[in-house]
């Protein structure tokens, strides 16, 4: 009831406390707790999660299921970046983990670019860029609401032996586990690749489940994956197609939990035609489903929103796209969530003044009425 800090520090000392249940009902002490511990502010300016030598960066940050929080970041106190990780409880204070963080990865050479996942057990996951054996691999590990790491020392080896990871994206697989998209120079284009691992570490995707599951191999480039879980193990996966002569467009495929792929070979073509379109984004729709939102370049070098909802066989929803902004100038990189009510809210950078880059945002409903 009273956190990680010492009851002195809170103005009440042990032998006040034995001389309160002498003579208090013991849930009179635990409503005057209570309320200390609900008082709590967190300080101006932000609360101080690392002050180790060196540079710290790259931070993410998933729930712990209580209110708090577990922040990952990059960590260069020992001249080479590493992963580290903190917890913190609702009031920004600092559990019962090590002051400077927890050593999630110290290996050779830089760990980098983490992304990380609830694993909705008071944990998270983390995955990230690694150089340790010189080649850019991909590791993960989870730790527990202690701090313990649960995999391997300095994580699992999720890909590697490739030819060059791209960007990537992580999501939680809602059965404690994680699912991980990315894209990969094979030596003749980009393609994309995924894999789930379970809440033991176990790669479940993949020939022999040790290897990745191979979602696309055609030729041209296909870039940039994002992912939404479709609630039942498996993810969405949208991404950036040069297939097409009208390149580039939105391709998309549904991964079931098994690793199987649900849609056509390679990928359906979800937003294709004579314009260009980029920067896809997912979101779960609460139902199964998810949302999708790209920038279309209908206007040449302007840039404008849309968004679509799409069922689990990947047919859109509505008769035509949600118009989420068709202001002047551009309106690029979306990043979307799930809103809890059926919708979704999308930002993005937005630069209608023709003077400074501003942020701008708009909820749309699951008729797609924004």
Not at 13 to 34: Q, R, S, Y
Not at 108 to 126: L, T
Not at 215 to 236: M, R
Request: charged content about 15%; glycine content about 16%; overall charge negative.
């Amino acid at each position: 009831v009273l956190g990680t800090e010492p009851i002195a520090m809170r103005g009440i000392t042990m032998k006040g406390v034995k001389a309160l249940v002498g003579v208090v009902p013991v849930v009179c002490l635990l409503v005057l707790f209570c309320a200390a511990q609900a008082d709590a502010k967190w300080p101006a300016g932000g609360k101080v999660i690392c002050t180790a030598p060196g540079v710290q960066v790259e931070a993410s940050a998933v729930t712990d299921g209580a209110g708090g929080t577990i922040i990952f970041w990059g960590d260069n106190r020992s001249g080479i970046q590493d992963i580290y990780a903190q917890r913190i409880d609702k009031n920004g204070l600092r559990m019962w983990w090590p002051e400077q963080g927890v050593p999630i990865c110290v290996a050779v050479n830089p760990q980098y670019d983490g992304e990380s996942v609830s694993d909705g057990q008071g944990g998270g996951i983390v995955v990230w860029l690694d150089q340790r054996y010189g080649a850019t691999e991909m590791y993960a590990q989870r730790v527990d609401g202690d701090g313990n790491p649960l995999w391997a020392t300095n994580g699992i080896l999720v890909a590697g032996g490739l030819n060059g990871l791209g960007l990537y994206e992580a999501i939680s697989d809602g059965q404690g586990g994680v699912i991980i998209a990315w894209d990969d120079w094979g030596g003749a284009q980009y393609d994309i690749f995924a894999q789930r691992l379970d809440g033991n570490g176990n790669l479940l995707w993949g020939p022999g489940g040790n290897l990745p599951h191979t979602v696309t191999a055609i030729g041209q480039d296909q870039l940039s994956p994002q992912l939404a879980t479709d609630g039942l193990g498996g993810a969405y996966i949208a991404w950036e197609d040069m297939r097409l002569p009208t390149a580039p467009d939105i391709f998309g495929q549904r991964v079931t939990a098994a690793g199987v792929d649900a849609w056509a070979t390679n990928g359906k073509g979800l937003v294709t035609g004579a314009t260009q379109y980029s920067g896809a984004r997912l979101a779960e729709d609460g139902a199964g489903c998810a949302y999708l939102v790209w920038e279309d370049w209908g206007a040449a070098t302007a840039p404008d929103l849309y968004a679509q909802r799409m069922d689990n066989l990947g047919i859109f929803q509505w008769g035509a796209p949600s118009v989420l902004c068709t202001a002047p100038m551009q309106q690029w990189d979306p990043r979307m969530i799930y809103d809890g009510y059926g919708g979704a809210i999308v930002a993005w950078d937005d630069f209608r003044t023709g003077v400074d880059q501003d942020i701008y945002a708009q909820r749309v409903d699951p008729l797609g009425i924004t």
